[in-house]
């Protein structure tokens, strides 16, 4: 009788796991059950929207659901990230986070309406992208030395154009100025390809930004390039110094950028979508796209990229201080 009774017990504890799993196979398997909408927090044109359309058709592909990018600038990025963070969280909404908005903003706003550490998930990095400086042909300049030699013999008397408060470009423009001792004006753009229009016309006169959106206007000769920002020389630009090499020790930044979910959406859906991606960025589309762009990929697990944003946060968070990274 014991060992009848005993065998019922088992039953039933299995019985109970496998209701208890039920809803999570539900979710996972369910998702996507709708269009997946992909949030972008500035203005086409850009590198962000580069990455962001390279992967969202991969996975549009993958997931037999549209996985449509939405740019919605403005705010330094704060607009498109207080509405992911109030979105429904059953992953139809997802939101590229970058360098700006997940490392500088907490440090540079007084105020955001929201958490980036705990309105948001961490899903995965999903590239890490070079950051060329560059400047107008008419800037009497040649190369790296030259710029910041006139810069400083004329404070004030140029301008450099960015994406926006706290994107990628104003921030590796700002570290600049900080280890160089120059004084250039800060113009916000809602967006790479605005702030280009500008610096292609010679009403700016530098700029900092990734090859997807310079690689063209470098090779045309329309800009020119004078230093790249990461510890070593990029295969799309041998002949072009990094800033480390110019005699500033220690100096790296690049641009990143990954996806997040609204803090609530279900793990299983989290880890699917970081699955998926890491798919996607190994697929030859989007591998060709990167290494003519010099990016490198990603695609770890949710812990990896959130530990990642950790340490991003405290590097800029020092140097928000020291160069007093002020939204313009």
């Known amino acids: 009788m014991s060992a009848v009774v005993s065998l019922r017990r088992r039953q039933l504890v299995v019985g109970a796991a496998a209701l208890v799993a039920l809803p999570a196979l539900r979710a996972q398997s369910a998702w996507p059950s709708k269009p997946i909408r992909f ?13 962001a359309r390279s992967v969202a058709a991969e996975l549009t592909r993958q997931l037999g659901q549209s996985v449509f990018v939405e740019n919605k600038p403005g705010g330094a990025g704060v607009v498109a990230m207080a509405e992911a963070a109030k979105a429904t969280p059953d992953g139809s909404t997802i939101i590229l986070g970058h360098v700006g908005t997940l490392a500088v903003n907490p440090y540079m706003l007084a105020h955001q309406p929201y958490d980036v550490n ?3 998930i961490p899903v995965t990095l999903l590239a890490k992208v070079p950051n060329v400086f560059v400047i107008h042909p008419e800037v009497p300049a040649k190369n790296f030395r030259e710029f910041v030699a006139y810069a400083k013999a004329n404070p004030g008397k140029l301008s450099y154009g960015s994406a926006g ?3 990628a470009g104003h921030l590796a423009m700002e570290y600049l ?4 001792g ?3 004006t800060h113009i916000p753009y809602r967006g790479t390809g605005p702030q280009l229009t500008d610096l292609l016309a010679g009403r700016t006169q530098a700029s900092s930004a990734g090859m997807p959106a310079l690689g063209a206007h470098i090779r045309s000769g329309k800009l020119r390039p004078i230093a790249v920002g990461t510890h070593e020389r990029i295969a799309a630009l041998p002949d072009v110094p990094t800033v480390q090499e110019m005699g500033y020790k220690d100096f790296e930044t690049s641009q990143w950028y990954g996806i997040l979910a609204p803090a609530g959406t279900p793990p299983e859906i989290v880890k699917r979508l970081q699955e998926e991606s890491y798919k996607a960025l190994r697929s030859s589309a989007v591998t060709e796209r990167f290494a003519t762009d010099n990016a490198v990929g990603g695609g770890g697990p949710s812990a990896e990229f959130a530990a990642f944003i950790g340490r991003e946060q405290g590097i800029w968070k020092d140097i928000v201080r020291r160069a007093q990274i002020k939204a313009d």
Request: glycine share 8%; no cysteine.
């Open 118 to 120: 705990k309105d948001f």
């Open 39 to 51: 949030l972008v927090p500035f203005a086409p044109g850009g590198t962000s929207e580069i990455v």
């Open 182 to 184: 120059m004084f250039i």
């Open 165 to 167: 408060n706290a994107s």
């Open 177 to 180: 100025k900080l280890v160089t």
